[in-house]
């Protein structure tokens, strides 16, 4: 069975940083890029990033996606956090050779997702 738990949310005022973890099954980690998408109350779920070094306009310059294979883990580091940055963060795997990195269905697997609190 292929598990993706994310871990490293909390609650952090305006300005403040936050680092998620993604533990990946290791059976597909090699063969599978990672995402990260978020979803805030009330709205649909987005793409906020994704291998390698995708990024949504609303992130850029401020996240960072990146991978530790020893640890089969996939991080995303938040910096510079706004209140527009509150919602539950998912990271999620899809084949390494789909291009549609931004693209939901593209994914296969989900983790269970991380809230994410800014305080203004």
């Known amino acids: 069975q292929v598990q993706l738990v994310e871990s490293g949310g909390g609650y952090v005022q305006t300005g403040g940083s936050l680092r998620l973890s993604c533990v990946v099954s290791?059976?597909?980690?090699?063969?599978?890029?990672m995402g990260w998408f978020r979803q805030a109350p009330g709205k649909e779920r987005e793409f906020v990033a994704a291998e390698k070094s995708y990024y949504s306009n609303a992130v850029k310059g401020r996240f960072t996606i990146s991978r530790d294979n020893a640890k089969n883990t996939v991080y995303l580091q938040m910096n510079s956090l706004k209140p527009e940055d509150t919602a539950v963060y998912y990271c999620a795997a899809r084949p390494s050779d789909s291009r549609w990195y931004h693209v939901q269905p593209e994914y296969d697997y989900w983790g269970q997702g991380t809230q994410v609190t800014v305080s203004s």
């Open positions: 290791e059976r597909i980690f090699s063969t599978y890029g």
